[in-house]
């Protein structure tokens, strides 16, 4: 048999693509991932509150978000795999899509494998996740714990300066702490961290581990030119060092930028090979958020629905 349509990937991009392709009368079968790319459900799964998904004044846990979500996605027809994709092959259609146990033959295909918060893997890190430690200002700014604290952003990108300066709002103080002696974020975002008086930027300054009680209460720095640790005592620590597509089977199959993230074309959510397009975070390296996750997903559905359409 031969899907219509496979979704690889089951965050807020997949659910969405999954919801519209199943009212399309698509069937659509969705792999949400196992192992590779983290829980079925995606990020959301490892945080707690959710705050600003519209339609949820007062927030919304990340793991009853998803579960709403799957459910809709079911209540519309989608199939789901608990598993990873292993193996695609994009050359010819129908196009294979295949686990360690299963190989499925599809028409067309939506990608939204998500995006990995790097992590710095510290001291401390895995106890204060969520509870101090995050890798999202946007997300995780707003949280009463970080108001009026001093805490710390690592990083030294255009991420890092703007988590910085949104972090302003709340904290009493930011704590700059990039590892070598000079920003690589965009001279415009250099200027207003530089110039901002409640920003302090550590120059080569790692974290090297963070401890407090129930809650962060201090982040030990390492200085990566004289070895000297000293303490900084901050309530929040938010890692502004990147994320990792999770394009890893993609590479040399599909159109990436040197990020590694999969390349869309124009406003559209279509990749390089006709039949296949990628939605949310494995496509978007600027705004990261399910809500635009879940737009972009909604639009691969409608694009890959009228391709079909045209198509078969
Ligand atoms: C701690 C944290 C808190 C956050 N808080 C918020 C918030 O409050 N508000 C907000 O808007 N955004 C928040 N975000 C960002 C938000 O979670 C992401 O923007 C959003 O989840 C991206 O959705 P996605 O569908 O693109 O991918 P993801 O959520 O990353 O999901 C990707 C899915 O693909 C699966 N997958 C990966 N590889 C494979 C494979 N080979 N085979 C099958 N499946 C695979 C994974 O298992 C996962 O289920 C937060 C992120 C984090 C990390």
Known sequence: MIEKLVIIGSGP?????????????LQPLMFEGFVVGGLPGGQLMTTTEVENF??????IQGPHLMKEMRQQAVRWGAKLITDDVVRVNFSYRPFTIATDDLEIKAQAVIICTGATAKRLHIVGEQQFWNNGISACAICDGTNPLFKN??????GGGDSAAEEALYLTKYASKVHMLVRSDRLRASKIMQERVLKHDKIRVHWQALPISADGDDVLRNVQIQDQKSGVITELKVGGLFYAIGHTPNTQLFQDILDLDDKGYIKTIGKSTATNIAGVWAAGDVQD???RQAITAAGTGCMAALEAERWLAEIY
């Open 13 to 25: 991009a997949g659910y969405t693509a999954a919801i519209y392709a199943g009212r399309a009368q």
């Open 54 to 59: 519209p339609g949820f004044p007062e927030g």
């Open 149 to 154: 604290v001093e805490i710390a952003v690592v």
């Open 285 to 287: 390296h600027i705004y």
